[in-house]
């Protein structure tokens, strides 16, 4: 099975300021099967971005994906009030698995 | 507009039975691969199981596997998980998703809002 280990597990920022969210797999993520969600309390996931890279439909161009193999990022540019969430990375391409999560909240 | 709508949850005692259904709306309901996650109270999400949109396969976490049974009826779009023997590390919130593709190999694009299942005696 495929472990997604996310970091940190706490990122406290000010609206306006740059996020950056780590996924690292414990082996190579088949053909960059790897999703980003977001999570806000009491509701379900939301998906942002998949293939690593690609932004799901509506979803603004301030969230960015990159990486491959067994390390990945979900970039924020600038963080807007509505952003501050839970995040989970997720593998697809070898059974199902998601990472832990990291909570974004507002310092 | 795609709609995904659980139901059937609630409290069992240990080594009980439920049946949760996820109505769907909104796209071609054979034409694309479903899935359950849960998410125990203030933990994570987990995959629980898949349904290929061909109809042919089945896929289940080894932590359900002989336990859960995931079916569709594509008459009356609705997707089923079949839960039996359950335990305590069973009680979550289960949400049923849409995969993007008919190949259960890809992200899952809509969620419904969850049905929350407690095992307890």
């Known amino acids: 099975e495929i472990v997604l280990t996310q970091s940190p597990g706490t990122l406290s920022l000010s609206p306006g300021e740059r996020a950056t969210l780590s996924c690292r797999a414990s082996q190579s993520v088949t053909s960059s099967y790897l999703a980003w969600y977001q999570q806000k309390p009491g509701q379900a996931p939301r998906l942002l971005i998949y293939d690593a890279s690609s932004r799901a439909t509506g979803i603004p161009d301030r969230f960015s994906g990159s990486g491959s193999g067994t390390d990945f990022t979900l970039t924020i540019s600038s963080l807007e009030p509505e952003d501050f969430a839970v995040y989970y990375c997720?593998?697809?391409?070898?059974?199902?698995?998601f990472g832990q999560g990291t909570k974004l909240e507002i310092k | 507009e795609v709609q995904m709508l659980e139901s059937g949850g609630g409290l069992v005692q240990p080594g009980g039975s439920l049946r949760l259904s996820c109505a769907a709306s909104?796209?071609?309901?054979?034409?694309?691969?479903l899935t359950w996650v849960r998410q125990a109270p203030g933990k994570g999400l987990e995959w629980v199981s898949s349904?290929?949109?061909?109809?042919?396969?089945?896929y289940y976490a080894d932590s359900v596997k002989g336990r859960f049974t995931i079916s569709r009826d594509i008459s009356k779009n609705t997707l089923y998980l079949q839960m039996s023997s359950l335990r305590g590390e069973d009680t979550a919130v289960y949400y049923c998703?849409?995969?993007?593709?008919?190949?259960?190999?890809?992200?899952?694009?809509?969620w419904g809002q969850g049905t929350l299942v407690t095992v307890s005696s």
């Open positions: 997720q593998q697809y391409g070898s059974s199902f698995t």
């Open positions: 909104g796209f071609t309901f054979y034409a694309y691969a």
């Open positions: 349904f290929s949109g061909s109809g042919g396969t089945t």
């Open positions: 998703a849409k995969t993007t593709s008919i190949s259960v190999r890809r992200p899952f694009d809509y």
